[in-house]
C-alpha cells in the first residue's frame, strides 16, 4: 500500500512540475493546484492515521490519532481552493486584456 501511495504522490507531482513548465497560463494553474494536492496527499500519508481511534486523548485510552495533519490539510485545501479561483480571475482578465494567455505576457 505505501508502495501505490507513493507512486501517486510522484506523479501527481511528476505531472505538475510538467504543466507548471508549459508557456500557456492555464496549465500552469492546474499544474500548481496538481502539485498541491500531492502536498496534502504527502502531508495525510505521513501522519499516521490510526484506523477506529479517537483523535482526542481521553482516560482510559492508549492510542489515539494525531488530529494535526488532517486540521493542516483541510486548512490547505480551503486557501488552495480560494487562490486557485483568485488566480484563474486574474488569468480570464489577463488573456480578455492581452488577448493571450501566454505566460511571458506577449503574442
Known sequence: MEFLIATGIGAMT?????LMLRRRTFP????LSLLSYAVNLF?????RIAINQPPVIQAGVSEYTDPLP???VL???????????????????ARTETGSDDVD???
Not at 500552469?28 to 499544474?31: F, R, S, Y
Not at 486548512?75 to 482578465?93: E, N, R, S, Y
Open 14 to 18: 511528476a505531472a505538475g512540475i510538467y
Open 28 to 31: 500552469v494553474i492546474l499544474g
Open 43 to 47: 502531508l495525510v500519508s505521513s501522519g
Open 70 to 72: 488532517q486540521a493542516l
Open 75 to 93: 486548512t490547505a485545501i480551503v486557501i488552495g481552493f480560494a487562490m486557485t479561483a483568485f488566480v484563474l480571475v486574474l488569468a480570464v482578465k
Open 105 to 107: 505576457g506577449g503574442a
